[in-house]
């Protein structure tokens, strides 16, 4: 049963299921039969219930929906297609939810963003690092460059730029 956004009768119909082009959920379209509206659902199998705890000790949900927006937020405007953010963000959610632990560190999960991050495009990875790490100053920037530099001198090749 699933409320309808617009009116919230809890009587919607589903008029279409398909699966996502990555096979990871299952796209439904549904119409409210009360008002005529017309919404897409989005359903996704969850292994386990993950706990967050924040440095500060809190502990709160994990929310997919959280770790997508402040990919997105490191991503705008570059030219990434939409597909390889959702791959990596189920790549994550998948090493989350495999790993075991019903409670994650943000720190780990910070980690895991900027691994990906730092394979999918250089200036999405400075930009979720100098929110992540705090930077203050321009030094911090430079070590941080410094490091993705040195690193791409070890092999490590950077990713091609997306063309979409």
């Known amino acids: 049963m699933m409320r309808c956004p617009y009116c ?3 009587d919607t119909q589903v008029k279409d299921s398909r699966p996502t082009d990555d096979s990871a959920s299952i796209r439904r379209r549904r ?3 009360d008002c005529g509206g017309r919404f897409t659902t ?5 292994l386990r219930e993950l706990t967050v705890v924040k440095r500060s000790g809190r502990r709160t949900v994990f929310d997919r929906d959280k770790l997508q927006t402040s990919i997105e937020v490191a991503l705008r ?5 939409p ?4 791959r990596m963000v189920n790549g994550i959610v998948r090493q989350l939810e ?10 780990a999960i910070g980690e895991l963003v900027m691994e990906g991050l730092k394979a999918l495009d250089d200036v999405a990875y400075v930009r979720f690092a100098s ?9 911090d920037f430079e070590e941080l460059l410094g490091q993705l530099s040195a690193d791409e001198e070890e092999g490590e090749s950077p990713p091609a730029p997306a063309r979409d």
């Open 98 to 107: 495999s790993s075991g632990e019903a409670e994650i560190a943000s720190s």
């Open 8 to 10: 919230g009768s809890l």
């Open 31 to 33: 119409v409210c039969p």
């Open 131 to 139: 929110v992540y790490k705090n930077f203050r100053e321009a030094r």
């Open 42 to 46: 989005f359903e996704r199998v969850q």
């Open 77 to 81: 405007k570059r030219a990434v297609a």
């Open 83 to 86: 597909e390889r953010i959702e």
